[in-house]
């Protein structure tokens, strides 16, 4: 990995991501409730919770693409407060990967890639192409690097939105839901990429109802339900001994059959 | 009095590179205008989209001969002294800002909210956003519409010259004046009109077709 410098005071020995009673309202409707949460480096953390339970805005506050109104979010010690102005700053570190994978349509593959480490981190082409192409290989998707994204199946467009973030070389990567939108057969490919980051101690709070993932993979399983965290705990508790009755009603519906 | 109809034509056509002259002004600045609002409402959402609704609103809402008015006896009472071609090049600037502007806000608008959160989370700025990913998405959609309005605005140069400027209309009133031959002089201009609008059409149904093929 390449050194390099960010201009915000981030604090190597802080939590990677912390989240202390974070409220967000949607007019009336309450989506997070008292949201805490603490992230280590290298920590593998699931997310789960039934649709509405507001898993997805709790993910997508801590790189800011939504704004809470009370409590704090951290990232390395840096509170994300109104009006922050160097929250690029902050995204550069947080790589995020979305259910409809969000790749730029009018791109190849490798420039995908390569546009943001060259017009955010200011880095040659060449270099950036050979980061990005280390990277493709990486998803096994090097052979598709000069085709457009309409050109790739699902599971391949995603895996080559996990690469797009990570030529970023983030410290944190987020997943929203990202093998929801794939045909069952893709979703396993997209998996095994996952998988082999959680091994290289890739720090990740993935957003997922797979729940053979977060048994696996995951260090910690938050389970979320109407905006609050209810229960949290390393998988093997969750799965087999949860406390909650809504994590245990949750769990019988989707392990159920 | 002998004057022949290849030499009005001439006369015409010459008055006609005015036309396209004013046409070149009002698009490049309107162009340019119309960026300048898009960039704003993006960029500044609170100020920006309501300044651009009721910029858009005015001028859409006022007839563009009244605009021209406007600008052709409003600007001497604030000291500027104005020809002709300038309250026309000004007045229809500010006409194809608002048209243009309200186009593009459609064709920006229409690319997904997933584009806008994926560079952003990749930590570009908004005038990377714009620049890299948002506006050359954009660009392909406004293609049609834009050639669409750019004919347009070559007719409505017309109205320049009632404050004057010597466009094709204008040349067309001098020349009726002088030969009596209504018929013929404007039977010519709307020649003129039509050859210098219909390659415009069939760009855009041309590039229209294109676009269609290629989703």
Redesign the interface.
């Known amino acids: 990995m390449t050194a390099r410098s960010n201009p915000l005071p981030l604090d190597a020995n802080a939590p990677m991501v912390e989240m202390r009673n974070v409220n967000k309202w949607y007019g009336n409707f309450q989506a997070l409730k008292n949201v805490s949460l603490s992230v280590r480096k290298g920590e593998r953390v699931v997310i789960c919770g039934p649709s509405g339970s507001g898993k997805s805005t709790a993910i997508r506050c801590i ?1 800011w ?1 939504e704004h809470h109104q009370e409590g704090h979010i951290l990232i390395e010690g840096v509170e994300l407060t109104p009006g922050f102005k160097n929250i ?2 902050i ?2 570190e ?3 990967v ?1 259910q ?1 994978f ?5 791109l190849t593959i490798l420039q995908n890639l390569t ?2 480490p060259r ?3 200011g880095i040659g082409r060449q270099e950036a192409e050979e980061t990005a192409m280390r990277y493709l290989k990486r998803v096994r998707i090097a052979e598709q690097a000069h085709k457009y994204p309409s050109q790739l199946s699902g599971g391949q467009q995603q895996r080559v ?1 996990i690469a ?2 990570l030529c ?1 070389e983030p410290k944190v990567m987020l997943f929203d839901e990202p093998t929801s939108a794939l045909d069952p057969e893709m979703i396993k490919e997209v998996l095994d990429v996952m998988i082999q980051l959680a091994e290289e101690h890739m720090t990740m709070i993935c957003v997922t109802h797979e729940m053979g993932f977060a048994r696996t993979v995951a260090d910690t399983v938050v389970f979320m339900d109407h905006g609050e965290v209810v229960e949290v705990a390393p998988p093997k508790t969750f799965f087999s001994a949860p406390k909650s009755e809504r994590t245990r009603a949750f769990l019988g519906q989707i392990l159920g059959h | 009095m002998n004057i022949s109809v290849i030499d009005i034509l001439w006369f015409l056509l010459a008055a006609a590179r005015w036309t396209l002259l004013l046409s070149a002004i009002a698009f490049i600045g309107g162009g340019i205008g119309a960026l300048l609002l898009l960039f704003l409402r993006y960029a500044r959402p609170n100020i920006g989209v309501r300044f651009m609704n009721i910029y858009v609103e005015i001028l859409q809402g006022t007839p563009l001969l009244l605009q021209l008015f406007l600008v052709f006896f409003g600007l001497p009472l604030l000291g500027i002294d104005v020809s002709p071609i300038l309250a026309a090049g000004v007045a229809l600037t500010l006409y194809a800002s608002a048209f243009l502007g309200e186009i593009w806000r459609g064709c920006v608008d229409a690319i997904g909210r997933g584009q806008w959160e994926a560079s952003a989370s990749l930590g570009m700025k908004f005038v990377a956003q714009m620049r890299y990913v948002i506006l050359p998405q954009a660009l392909k959609i406004a293609i049609p519409p834009t050639v669409g309005f750019l004919v347009q605005l070559v007719k409505s140069t017309a109205l320049a010259s009632i404050v004057g400027f010597n466009e094709l209309i204008k040349a067309g009133q001098i020349v009726t004046n002088a030969t009596f031959q209504p018929v013929v002089v404007y039977g010519l201009v709307a020649l003129i009109y039509f050859c210098m609008c219909f390659p415009l059409t069939y760009c855009a149904r041309l590039l229209e077709r294109k676009l269609s093929q290629s989703r």
Do not use: I, Y
Not at chain 1, 102 to 106: A, M, R, S, T
């Open positions: 790189n693409l690029d700053l995204r550069r947080v790589g995020m979305f409809q969000n790749l730029f349509p009018h546009l943001a017009k955010v981190r939105a797009r973030s970023m």
